[in-house]
């Protein structure tokens, strides 16, 4: 079992005293020491002193909404792991939730295993090695290329032939999701898992128009690689396929 404290301090920002000794117990087994917060006042100072590597956070506050906490503690650190911990799983919530900066969501009442295992995938997220084997996209300066399509991780914009195209949280989610998996193809569960942020099996329906509308929204190019490939009855990739080189 690891020692208590041992990976570090996880901040639990949640009002209602009974969840939040649930997710203070449960972190606290994990390794990390919790640090409870009944309030964004109290997140906002305990953000600062601490510096956690991860935040649980509520999505109702008495003294302000969860998705305006989450902006503030996501610029202070562009790479802690925050986590909403909500009632809430529709998709505007959602993509809410993923414009303010939040990585994912855990649904109320919490269940200890996804708890665990959501904070453990986006820990491990966070701590991925940047260096990628021979053949995967290059990111130089916090950008992912692949021939026309050009992503950049560090202010969320996409480009397409030098053009920016405007996307809405969860097509860039999407986008970023395929582009770190380049070349290898996900399924519909594993989408709704890493890009809503929301267990698998809760309709994978969704999933298929959020892939039509980011189609939609990056329009054609040339076929130098980048594009969203199907594979049907289980989901999609991003190719990979390096430019033609010019004579």
């Not at 902006?71 to 911990?85: G, S, W, Y």
């Not at 991780?153 to 480009?159: G, I």
């Not at 097509?171 to 989408?191: F, K, M, P, T």
Request: glycine share 8%.
């Amino acid at each position: 079992m690891t020692q208590r404290g041992a990976r570090g301090r996880v901040l639990v920002v949640e009002d209602d005293a009974i969840s939040a000794d649930l997710m203070e117990a449960v972190v606290e087994r994990e390794g990390f020491t919790a640090v409870k917060c009944h309030s964004a006042a109290e997140a906002r100072v305990a953000f600062a002193a601490q510096r956690p590597v991860a935040v649980l956070l509520d999505w109702v506050l008495p003294d302000a909404p969860g998705t305006e906490v989450c902006r503030e503690l996501r610029a202070q650190d562009p790479v802690v792991t925050i986590i909403f911990v909500s009632g809430r799983n529709d998709e505007t919530s959602i993509a809410r939730g993923l414009d303010a900066g939040a990585d994912g969501f855990v649904t109320k009442p919490v269940r200890e295993g996804e708890l665990v295992a959501r904070l453990e995938a986006q820990l491990r997220k966070t701590s991925r090695l940047t260096g990628r084997a021979a053949g995967a996209p290059a990111q130089t300066n916090h950008r992912l290329a692949f021939g026309a399509l050009e992503i950049d991780l560090k202010a969320r914009e996409v480009y397409v032939s030098g053009k920016l195209k405007k996307l809405g949280p969860l097509q860039y989610r999407l986008l970023e999701y395929l582009a770190r998996n380049a070349g290898v193809a996900v399924s519909r569960n594993q989408i709704l898992n890493e890009v809503y942020g929301i267990a698998a099996d809760v309709g994978t329906d969704r999933v298929d128009v959020l892939v039509q509308r980011l189609r939609q929204k990056l329009g054609a190019y040339p076929d130098t690689g980048g594009h969203i490939i199907a594979h049907p009855g289980y989901g999609y990739s991003l190719e990979r396929r390096a430019p033609a080189a010019r004579a």
